[in-house]
Protein backbone atom coordinates (compact mmCIF):
# COMPACT_ATOMS: atom_id res chain seq x y z
CA UNK A 1 0.00 0.00 0.00
CA UNK A 2 1.14 3.27 -0.94
CA UNK A 3 2.19 5.66 2.21
CA UNK A 4 0.41 8.33 1.35
CA UNK A 5 -2.89 6.25 1.28
CA UNK A 6 -1.84 4.27 4.60
CA UNK A 7 -1.35 7.66 5.91
CA UNK A 8 -5.11 8.87 4.66
CA UNK A 9 -6.90 5.67 6.38
CA UNK A 10 -4.28 5.81 9.66
CA UNK A 11 -6.10 9.72 9.88
CA UNK A 12 -9.17 8.66 9.22
CA UNK A 13 -9.16 5.72 11.95
CA UNK A 14 -7.77 8.15 14.41
CA UNK A 15 -10.25 10.99 13.70
CA UNK A 16 -13.40 7.89 14.06
CA UNK A 17 -11.86 6.65 17.01
CA UNK A 18 -11.80 10.58 18.74
CA UNK A 19 -14.84 11.05 17.34
CA UNK A 20 -15.99 8.30 19.22
CA UNK A 21 -14.76 9.41 22.77
CA UNK A 22 -16.03 12.59 22.37
CA UNK A 23 -19.64 11.51 21.65
CA UNK A 24 -19.37 9.66 24.95
CA UNK A 25 -18.44 12.03 26.90
CA UNK A 26 -19.87 14.95 25.99
CA UNK A 27 -23.69 13.69 25.41
CA UNK A 28 -25.28 16.85 25.35
CA UNK A 29 -23.32 18.86 23.28
CA UNK A 30 -22.95 15.76 20.86
CA UNK A 31 -26.65 15.45 20.09
CA UNK A 32 -26.59 19.39 19.15
CA UNK A 33 -23.76 18.89 17.18
CA UNK A 34 -24.42 15.50 15.85
CA UNK A 35 -25.59 16.38 12.06
CA UNK A 36 -22.81 18.34 11.41
CA UNK A 37 -20.30 16.42 12.99
CA UNK A 38 -21.63 13.18 11.25
CA UNK A 39 -21.50 15.30 8.03
CA UNK A 40 -17.97 15.98 7.74
CA UNK A 41 -17.05 12.90 9.16
CA UNK A 42 -18.78 11.07 6.83
CA UNK A 43 -17.97 13.10 3.81
CA UNK A 44 -14.14 13.02 5.05
CA UNK A 45 -13.79 9.42 5.35
CA UNK A 46 -16.01 8.95 1.59
CA UNK A 47 -13.49 10.50 0.24
CA UNK A 48 -10.41 9.33 1.82
CA UNK A 49 -12.31 5.86 0.42
CA UNK A 50 -12.55 6.97 -2.78
CA UNK A 51 -8.86 8.22 -3.15
CA UNK A 52 -7.23 4.74 -1.81
CA UNK A 53 -9.41 2.96 -4.07
CA UNK A 54 -8.35 5.03 -7.04
CA UNK A 55 -4.41 5.42 -5.91
CA UNK A 56 -4.09 1.95 -4.80
CA UNK A 57 -5.24 0.93 -8.65
CA UNK A 58 -2.38 -1.77 -9.10
CA UNK A 59 -3.95 -3.58 -5.50
CA UNK A 60 -7.04 -4.17 -7.08
CA UNK A 61 -8.89 -3.25 -4.09
CA UNK A 62 -12.41 -4.50 -3.80
CA UNK A 63 -15.61 -2.19 -5.86
CA UNK A 64 -16.66 -2.35 -2.23
CA UNK A 65 -14.05 -0.09 -1.08
CA UNK A 66 -15.44 2.08 -4.24
CA UNK A 67 -19.03 1.78 -2.44
CA UNK A 68 -18.42 2.26 0.72
CA UNK A 69 -16.80 5.80 -0.04
CA UNK A 70 -19.50 7.06 -2.44
CA UNK A 71 -22.30 6.24 0.39
CA UNK A 72 -19.91 7.61 3.39
CA UNK A 73 -19.71 10.68 0.63
CA UNK A 74 -23.34 11.11 0.15
CA UNK A 75 -24.74 10.48 3.42
CA UNK A 76 -22.33 13.51 4.91
CA UNK A 77 -23.66 15.81 2.31
CA UNK A 78 -27.44 14.95 3.33
CA UNK A 79 -26.25 15.19 7.06
CA UNK A 80 -24.55 18.77 5.99
CA UNK A 81 -27.30 20.10 3.77
CA UNK A 82 -30.10 18.92 6.28
CA UNK A 83 -28.51 19.83 9.53
CA UNK A 84 -32.50 20.60 11.03
CA UNK A 85 -33.26 17.11 10.18
CA UNK A 86 -33.95 16.32 13.85
CA UNK A 87 -32.87 12.48 15.38
CA UNK A 88 -35.43 10.36 13.27
CA UNK A 89 -33.17 11.62 9.92
CA UNK A 90 -30.21 11.16 12.09
CA UNK A 91 -31.02 7.37 13.40
CA UNK A 92 -31.95 6.30 10.29
CA UNK A 93 -29.29 8.03 8.10
CA UNK A 94 -26.44 6.83 10.66
CA UNK A 95 -28.15 3.24 11.10
CA UNK A 96 -27.89 2.16 7.20
CA UNK A 97 -23.99 3.75 7.31
CA UNK A 98 -23.34 1.49 10.40
CA UNK A 99 -25.18 -1.48 8.53
CA UNK A 100 -23.23 -0.61 4.95
CA UNK A 101 -20.04 -0.38 6.93
CA UNK A 102 -20.81 -3.88 8.89
CA UNK A 103 -21.12 -5.26 5.16
CA UNK A 104 -17.86 -3.82 3.45
CA UNK A 105 -15.87 -5.19 6.75
CA UNK A 106 -17.72 -8.42 6.92
CA UNK A 107 -16.91 -9.09 3.00
CA UNK A 108 -13.50 -7.14 3.26
CA UNK A 109 -12.56 -9.73 6.36
CA UNK A 110 -13.35 -12.68 3.93
CA UNK A 111 -11.12 -10.93 1.39
CA UNK A 112 -8.55 -10.59 3.10
CA UNK A 113 -8.82 -14.23 4.73
CA UNK A 114 -8.67 -15.33 1.04
CA UNK A 115 -5.67 -13.23 0.77
CA UNK A 116 -4.19 -15.26 3.45
CA UNK A 117 -3.73 -12.06 5.96
CA UNK A 118 -3.77 -13.48 9.88
CA UNK A 119 -6.01 -10.87 11.36
CA UNK A 120 -9.05 -10.99 9.14
CA UNK A 121 -10.83 -12.98 12.29
CA UNK A 122 -10.55 -9.38 13.73
CA UNK A 123 -11.80 -7.37 11.19
CA UNK A 124 -14.90 -9.94 10.99
CA UNK A 125 -15.82 -9.54 14.06
CA UNK A 126 -15.57 -5.35 14.13
CA UNK A 127 -18.19 -6.27 10.50
CA UNK A 128 -20.63 -8.60 12.68
CA UNK A 129 -20.84 -6.20 15.23
CA UNK A 130 -21.39 -3.15 12.76
CA UNK A 131 -24.01 -5.50 10.87
CA UNK A 132 -25.94 -5.98 14.37
CA UNK A 133 -25.79 -2.32 15.76
CA UNK A 134 -27.00 -1.01 12.25
CA UNK A 135 -30.49 -4.08 12.75
CA UNK A 136 -30.88 -2.43 15.77
CA UNK A 137 -30.51 0.98 14.87
CA UNK A 138 -32.83 0.35 12.05
CA UNK A 139 -35.69 -1.52 13.63
CA UNK A 140 -35.64 -0.33 17.35
CA UNK A 141 -35.67 3.61 16.52
CA UNK A 142 -36.88 4.48 19.86
CA UNK A 143 -34.57 2.26 21.67
CA UNK A 144 -32.09 3.87 19.33
CA UNK A 145 -33.01 7.17 20.26
CA UNK A 146 -32.24 6.43 23.48
CA UNK A 147 -28.99 4.70 23.38
CA UNK A 148 -27.61 6.41 20.37
CA UNK A 149 -25.06 8.53 21.84
CA UNK A 150 -23.15 5.51 23.01
CA UNK A 151 -23.92 3.49 20.10
CA UNK A 152 -22.48 6.02 18.09
CA UNK A 153 -19.32 6.41 20.36
CA UNK A 154 -18.83 2.52 20.44
CA UNK A 155 -19.08 2.07 16.92
CA UNK A 156 -16.57 5.49 15.96
CA UNK A 157 -14.25 3.57 17.63
CA UNK A 158 -14.46 0.25 16.40
CA UNK A 159 -14.96 1.34 12.77
CA UNK A 160 -11.80 3.84 13.43
CA UNK A 161 -9.68 0.61 15.55
CA UNK A 162 -10.73 -1.44 11.78
CA UNK A 163 -9.64 1.15 9.62
CA UNK A 164 -6.28 1.51 11.43
CA UNK A 165 -5.97 -2.46 11.54
CA UNK A 166 -6.75 -2.77 7.93
CA UNK A 167 -4.25 0.01 6.73
CA UNK A 168 -1.49 -2.22 8.85
CA UNK A 169 -2.74 -5.32 7.65
CA UNK A 170 -3.01 -4.42 4.92
CA UNK A 171 0.35 -2.50 4.52
CA UNK A 172 1.88 -5.72 5.44
CA UNK A 173 0.58 -8.06 2.37
CA UNK A 174 2.01 -8.37 -1.04
Known sequence: MKTFTKILIVLAGIAMIIMGFWVMFNPVASLLTLNVVIGLLLLIS??????????????HLSGWVLADGILSTLLGILM???????????????????LFAG??????????????????????????????????ALFNPVVSALGIVLLMG?????????????????GRSK
Open 103 to 136: IVRTIGAFTLKQAGGSSWGFVLFIGIVGIILGFI
Open 80 to 98: LANQFAGAASLILVFAMWV
Open 154 to 170: FFFILEGIGAIATAFVT
Open 46 to 59: GIFHIISYFTESER
